[in-house]
């Protein structure tokens, strides 16, 4: 049984295992430490888990981070073992929402060019910003407040 809660710094050894597992938008090991992580997670923004064994020894499926200064979506991923379970579209949901709560009205993020992530973000209403690629080779994407349909 899945349980969706806020992600805190307790979970960040899963949550590192799970963005190290991911096969597509991978992160070279070093770029982004736990200060970097735990800032998002507690100051920047707030930051989800599905988590799918609980305390002591939790397991996650996957999370989202979001950045309520900006709108950014600093993270979604899904252990690719568990894909296709419908956990992302939870998270994404639940992060979108929140940020759009917090009075953003648009959006943004990057994500690798052709990856299964892109069709995920397309079919959850989010465009494309035809700015090209950012510094990290990943394709810019937007989602307007007027826009969203959380149950598209």
Known sequence: MSRLRQA???????????????????LTPGRIG?????AYLQDYGRGWVIELEPAPNPKIAGFAIGD?????IWAMFVDPALHGQGHGRVLHDVMVDWLFAQGLTRLHLGTQPGSRAEAFYRR???????EGLDAHGDKRFEL???NWNRHA
């Open 8 to 26: 805190t710094c307790d979970d960040t050894a899963e949550l590192w295992r799970v963005r190290y597992a991911v096969t597509e938008n991978t």
């Open 34 to 38: 736990d200060d970097e992580l735990h």
């Open 68 to 72: 309520a200064r900006d709108g950014n």
């Open 124 to 130: 959850a209403g989010w465009t494309s910003t035809h």
């Open 144 to 146: 307007i407040h007027e």
